[in-house]
C-alpha cells in the first residue's frame, strides 16, 4: 500500500513540471500568434530580411534580449514596445518556444562574396586584427546559451548589427562585438554577413 502511495506521489512529481512547460509554451504561442508573428513568422523564419530568425535561437540568449528591449539596455523603437508588457516567465517561455523551432537558412547569390566571409568567419583578418568569429560563436555559429546562433540569420540583420555594434547604437554588452566591428570594412561587413546566412 504504502510503495503505492510513494508512486503515486512521484508520478505527480514528475508530471507538474511537464504540465507546466506545456501551459507556459502554450502561453508562448498565444503571444506569438498575437503579435511576434507578424515580423519574426510563426515558426521563428521571419517575414523579411529586415526581421531577424529566432528559430533555433538559445532560449536563455532571446529572454536576455528581451528583458534588454523592455527595461531600454537595448534600444529598438520597435521591440521597446512589443516586449512592454512581458513577465520575466513569458520572456522564457518564448525563448523555449522559439529555440524548438527548426532553423533555416539561405543561399548565396555571390558565391565569391561568401567566400571572403567564409575566411573572415574563420580565419579573422590577421593583417587589421579581427578575430575569427568561429572564436566565439563556434565553427558552424551555433553560439552558446551566452552567445548568440548566427547560421542562417538574415544577411541584412546581420549587416545592421555589425554596423549598430561600430557606432554603439546596440547599446547592451556591446563590449566585444564593437571591439570586432570597429574592424571591419564594408566588403568585409558584408561578406561575412552573406556566408554566415549560408550556414545550417
Ligand atoms: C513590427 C515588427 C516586430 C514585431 C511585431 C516583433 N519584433 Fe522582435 N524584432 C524586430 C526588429 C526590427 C528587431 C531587431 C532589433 C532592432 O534592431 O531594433 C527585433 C529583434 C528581436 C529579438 C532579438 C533577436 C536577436 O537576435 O538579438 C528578439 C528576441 C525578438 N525580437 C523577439 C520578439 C518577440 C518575442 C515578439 C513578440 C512579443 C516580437 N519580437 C515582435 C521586429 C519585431
Ligand atoms: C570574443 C568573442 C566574440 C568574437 C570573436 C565575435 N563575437 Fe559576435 N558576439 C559576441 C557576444 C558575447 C555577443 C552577444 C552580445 C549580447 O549579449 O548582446 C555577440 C553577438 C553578435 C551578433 C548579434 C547577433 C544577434 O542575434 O543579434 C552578431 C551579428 C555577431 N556577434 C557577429 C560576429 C561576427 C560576424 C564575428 C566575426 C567577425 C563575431 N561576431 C566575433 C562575441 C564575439
Not at 510503495?3 to 503571444?31: H, Y
Amino acid at each position: 500500500m504504502k510503495g503505492r502511495f510513494i508512486a503515486a506521489g512521484l508520478l505527480i512529481a514528475l508530471a507538474l513540471p511537464a504540465a507546466a512547460r506545456a501551459a507556459d509554451l502554450q502561453r508562448a504561442e498565444e503571444i506569438v500568434g498575437g503579435r511576434c508573428f507578424l515580423c519574426h513568422g510563426m515558426e521563428g523564419e521571419a517575414a523579411s530580411a529586415l526581421y531577424p530568425r529566432l528559430a533555433g535561437q538559445h532560449s536563455e540568449y532571446i529572454a536576455k534580449q528581451l528583458g534588454d528591449f523592455k527595461s531600454g539596455k537595448r534600444k529598438s523603437d520597435t521591440m521597446a514596445g512589443m516586449a512592454a508588457d512581458l513577465t520575466p516567465e513569458e520572456m522564457k517561455a518564448l525563448g523555449a518556444f522559439f529555440e524548438k523551432k527548426p532553423a533555416t537558412r539561405s543561399t548565396t547569390a555571390e558565391p565569391d562574396l561568401a567566400g571572403v566571409g567564409r575566411y573572415i568567419f574563420t580565419k579573422g583578418n590577421p593583417y587589421s586584427g579581427v578575430a575569427a568569429c568561429v572564436s566565439c560563436h563556434g565553427a558552424k555559429g551555433h553560439g552558446t546559451p551566452q552567445l548568440p546562433r548566427l547560421a542562417g540569420q538574415q544577411a541584412l540583420y546581420l549587416e545592421n548589427q555589425l554596423k549598430q555594434f561600430n557606432t554603439r547604437e546596440r547599446n547592451n554588452d556591446n563590449a566585444v562585438m564593437h571591439s570586432v566591428a570597429s574592424k571591419l570594412t564594408e566588403l568585409e561587413r558584408k561578406a561575412v554577413a552573406d556566408y554566415i546566412a549560408t550556414l545550417d
